[in-house]
């Protein structure tokens, strides 16, 4: 897996200077493209798009995820399980994965080219208006950014924890049934999240509180609103193939 996973690449590009809400708000508009016009001139267009967001950004192929033997193995699976019923259930099969690829790289694509320092503004800031209606905006949007930050170092924990498990030394004399590697990965996955999550509590109330996380300046301006006509653009134009073909 990439070690740069759902982390900022500190790269100055066009992308990272753009408000971490317009980059939300793309994603959403490319995910409801998608979700009703699932078709492969759509998804031709909507990877084009990806494509040029990545160009545009200036990142490194290194960032790229790498899944590992078994996850090709359960999507080949899955494929040949869907194979007796005709070539149209193959087609119909492929192009929900690919679905799946494209969103999961939008949504990546946020994570490298955006601070986790500005999700929780541009999440309070979208969801201005529901304050009318008494909902905890701040809370959750603070919520979404604290988890959005701690699942890199939950992960990197996961690698350390597994590689000191390797380094074990093994013995060969007793074998115990009750050793299971992934119940001792979890209970000290367990134990490691609970003290970062005090350690973190710590900091935020030491900051001023979880108030401070949503109350970032930032807002949108001239270039946020050429990237959305550009999306606006890609959407319609994405609509205009579908009706076409």
């Known amino acids: 897996m990439s070690t740069v996973l759902l982390r900022e690449v500190p790269v100055d590009s066009p992308v990272h200077r753009l408000w971490a809400g317009t980059k939300m708000i793309a994603a959403l508009a490319l995910s409801l493209l998608l979700m009703f016009l699932p078709t492969w001139p759509v998804l031709g267009i909507a990877i084009g798009f990806l494509v040029l967001v990545w160009v545009t950004a200036r990142l490194p192929l290194s960032v790229l995820p790498r899944p590992p033997w078994w996850f090709w193995a359960a999507v080949g699976a899955g494929a040949l ?25 939008a949504a990546f694509l946020i994570a490298w080219t955006t601070p986790m320092g500005e999700v929780a503004p541009a999440l309070a800031t979208l969801a201005g208006p529901l304050r009318r209606f008494r909902v905890p905006v701040d809370e959750w949007a603070v919520v979404v950014a604290l988890t959005l930050r ?96």
């Not at 194979?83 to 149209?88: H, I, K, N, S, V």
């Not at 192009?95 to 799946?100: H, L, M, P, S, T």
């Open 81 to 105: 399980l869907n194979a007796p019923t005709g070539l149209a259930a193959v087609l119909v099969y492929a192009q929900v994965f690919v679905f799946g690829v494209v969103l999961v790289v």
């Open 150 to 245: 701690g699942l890199p170092l939950l992960l990197e924990e996961i690698r350390v924890l597994r590689a000191a498990r390797k380094l074990r030394p093994k013995d060969n004399l007793v074998q115990r049934a009750a050793d299971n590697p992934w119940i001792d990965i979890l209970t000290a996955c367990m134990a490691v999240s609970t003290r970062r999550a005090g350690e973190l509590g710590e900091a935020i109330t030491a900051r001023g509180g979880t108030g401070m996380l949503t109350a970032h300046p930032s807002r949108p301006g001239r270039p946020d609103a050429l990237a959305l006509l550009l999306v606006l653009t890609v959407c319609a134009g994405a609509v205009t193939v579908s009706a076409l073909f």
